[in-house]
C-alpha cells in the first residue's frame, strides 16, 4: 500500500475516531443526570431590625427634628430545600453553540393533594434555578403567604435538569430556557409543619423564593378520605451508566475513550506496515 493511500486510511480512522469521541462525551453530558439527593427543613430565619434614630435641622427655623427607624421584628420562617448538588461540568450544546449549565426545578403540594402528571408543578413551584458552585444549592421557600396550619403537612419533588437560557430579541428580550437533559422527578418528601429550627449558617447561600399566593384550599391537614399517592420516580439512566459516572467524572471517561481511539489507530498501522513488509 503506498504512503498517500496509508495517510488517507489513517485520516479517515482519526476523524471517524473524532466524531465518535465528540458523540460519546455529548451523550454523557446529556445522560449523566440522577435523581437529586435533597432534605428538608422547616427553619426560623426570624430577625429583628434595630432601632435607628437620627435628627435634622430644619432648613427654615433651624429646629432640631428626630427621626427613627427599624425596631420591628420581621417573621422569616422558611422550608429550606438542601439538594447535593451532583458532579457535573458545563460544556458548549453543539448544536446552538450555548453554555449548558445544571438548573433544579422544585415543586411542592399539599401531603393529601395530588400530582397531576409529571407536568404538574403542585401548590408551589421553582424552576431553573441553577445548581450553586459549593457541595450544595440551598432553596429557601417562604411560608409568609401560604397559611399552612400547626400540623400541616407538605410534599416536596425535585429534578434536575440541564440547559441554557437565551434571549429572543424579536421579543422584547424574552428569556428562555432550553432543556437538554432530565433526570425525572425524584421520590416525594414530606415535611410537617411544626416548632422551626433556628437558622444557622448554610452549606451555601439560599436562593431565595418570592412571595406567592395562598393556595386556593387547604391540602396540608388530612380529611376524611386522604389520598396520599407515593410515586415512585424512576430514572431513565441505564445502571451501565450510572455504575460508570459513580466511578469516574466526565473527563476521565473522555481520556478513556481517547487511549483506545490512539491504541486502535496504533495497531491499524502496525498492520498496515506489517503487511507492506511482508509484501515486499
Known amino acids: 500500500m503506498k504512503p498517500t493511500k496509508i495517510f488517507a486510511l489513517l485520516t479517515i480512522l482519526a476523524l471517524s475516531a473524532s466524531a465518535m469521541l465528540i458523540a460519546f462525551s455529548c451523550g454523557v453530558l446529556a445522560a449523566s443526570l440522577s435523581v437529586p439527593e435533597f432534605t428538608l427543613a422547616y427553619v426560623d430565619h426570624s430577625y429583628d431590625v434595630p432601632i435607628r434614630r437620627w435628627t435634622t435641622t430644619d432648613p427654615y427655623t433651624g429646629a432640631q427634628i428626630s427621626h427613627s427607624s427599624g425596631g420591628e421584628h420581621v417573621d422569616n420562617r422558611t422550608i429550606d430545600v438542601t439538594i447535593k ?13 450555548q453554555t449548558v449549565n445544571l ?13 397531576n402528571g409529571d407536568s404538574d408543578l403542585g401548590s408551589q413551584s421553582q424552576t431553573g434555578l441553577q445548581a450553586s458552585t ?9 411560608l409568609q403567604y401560604w397559611s399552612i396550619p400547626q400540623g400541616g403537612q407538605l410534599d416536596f419533588e425535585v429534578k434536575a435538569i ?16 432550553n432543556t437538554v437533559g432530565d433526570s425525572g422527578w425524584s421520590e416525594a418528601q414530606t415535611i410537617t409543619i411544626g416548632t422551626p429550627i433556628q437558622s444557622s449558617p448554610t452549606p451555601s447561600q439560599p436562593i431565595s423564593t418570592p412571595n406567592q399566593p395562598n393556595p386556593t384550599f387547604n391540602p396540608y391537614l388530612p380529611t376524611a378520605s386522604p389520598i396520599s399517592p407515593k410515586r415512585a420516580a424512576t430514572s431513565s439512566l441505564p445502571n451501565i451508566i450510572t455504575d460508570m459516572l459513580a466511578s469516574i467524572n466526565l473527563e476521565q471517561s473522555a481520556l ?7 491504541a486502535v489507530l496504533a495497531i491499524a498501522l502496525i498492520t498496515v506496515l506489517k503487511r507492506r513488509g511482508a509484501a515486499k
Not at 162 to 177: H, K
Not at 256 to 262: H, Q, S, Y
Open 85 to 97: 448538588n451532583q458532579p457535573f461540568s458545563s460544556y458548549k450544546d453543539p448544536n446552538s453553540n
Open 103 to 115: 438548573y433544579y426545578n422544585i415543586r411542592s403540594k399539599g401531603h393529601f393533594e395530588t400530582w
Open 134 to 142: 459549593s457541595t450544595y444549592t440551598v432553596v429557601s421557600f417562604n
Open 162 to 177: 440541564t440547559g441554557f437560557t437565551y434571549y429572543n430579541s424579536q421579543a422584547c428580550g424574552t428569556q428562555y430556557q
Open 256 to 262: 478513556v475513550v481517547m487511549a483506545v481511539v490512539i
